[in-house]
């Protein structure tokens, strides 16, 4: 069994990202088989709790504040109604349910409101996930204590081209919110978008960055960029669909015992790149027809994909590097039957 390692060169990620595609591939899938049963995919559903608005000046996303997108803004949702999708989710086969808010960081008064929803949502036997911008290191305690099992905070790209995105936050104030979340005992979410216009050089520093945090994220997040319009990367050359691949099945051969997620982006992909990304070592999605404020897709195409492809939805608390615990009588029979 390969060693798990958190000692990377950025060289020896250059170099696996350049194999020729189908040793890379191979060395995917054997690492994928050692740790995983590569027919299951987890399936998490997206809530946005608080849409638009965002102090932030991140270049791809629609919900900020600086860019001028129609979009229609929300304050944070009332708790029956993040009751109601999670219910809805669960019904469909959703294993964890994320809530994200488009927040630079919340206030101590906006988190006692999601702790709420935290609370409401783990009593339905769902995993949680929440995703609220920087933490201090009490409010990550917070969210723990409160049960919270997941904490989503994507690097997003390397430290060099970070400055080209973002200008408002730090590559350093984004590690150290992974700090506090997994010094307060949750689970960390935490990857990047990919077809931004960075170089593979970048791909192969956001990976580092990932795979030689002290210990690996228990899921990986990889987004393919979903270009909306009055956004500053709207326009951005597209991504080489193979080159997207060969980072999924990178992470996968770094981060052998994490979930890497098929994230944004399905939408635009086909059922056949789908299908190459699963062969590459991902196994998580987003199901539900909306993803925070753009579409994913619909619930019947990826029914009928799973069916199609015979991959069946990961039982929930299946987390090879450290077991969540809130693990509950969750309903999958929707998704993946023939
Ligand atoms: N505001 C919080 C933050 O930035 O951490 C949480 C919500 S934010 C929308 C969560 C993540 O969504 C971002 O870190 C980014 O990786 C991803 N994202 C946002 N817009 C995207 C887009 N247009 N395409 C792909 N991923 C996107
Ligand atoms: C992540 O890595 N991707 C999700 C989730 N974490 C919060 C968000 C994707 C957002 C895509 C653009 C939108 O729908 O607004
Ligand atoms: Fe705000 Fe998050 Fe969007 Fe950046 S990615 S603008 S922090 S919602």
Redesign the pocket.
Known sequence: MSRIRNDWSVEEIESLLGLPFNDLIFAAQRAHREHFDPNQVQVST?L?IKTGACPEDCG????SAHHDVELERERLLPLEEVRTAARSAREQGATRF?M?AAWRNPTDRNLERVIEMVQVVREMGLETCM?LGMLTHEQAVRLADAGLDYY?H?LDTSPEFYGEIISTRTYGDRLETLDHVRAAGMSV?????LGMGESRRDRARLLQQLANLPRHPESV???QL?Q?EGTPLFGVDALDPFEFVRTVATARILMPKSHV?L???RTQMTDEMQALCFLAGANSV?YGE???????PEMARDQTLFTRLGIEPEPAGNDAGNPVTTAGDTRVEHLGQA
């Open positions: 997206l946005s791809y996303c629609p919900q994320c994200g995703t989503n994507n979410c935490t990857g990047g978008i997040p990889i987004n979903v909306v997620r994230s944004a982006g987003f909306q993803l925070l404020t753009t579409p994913n």
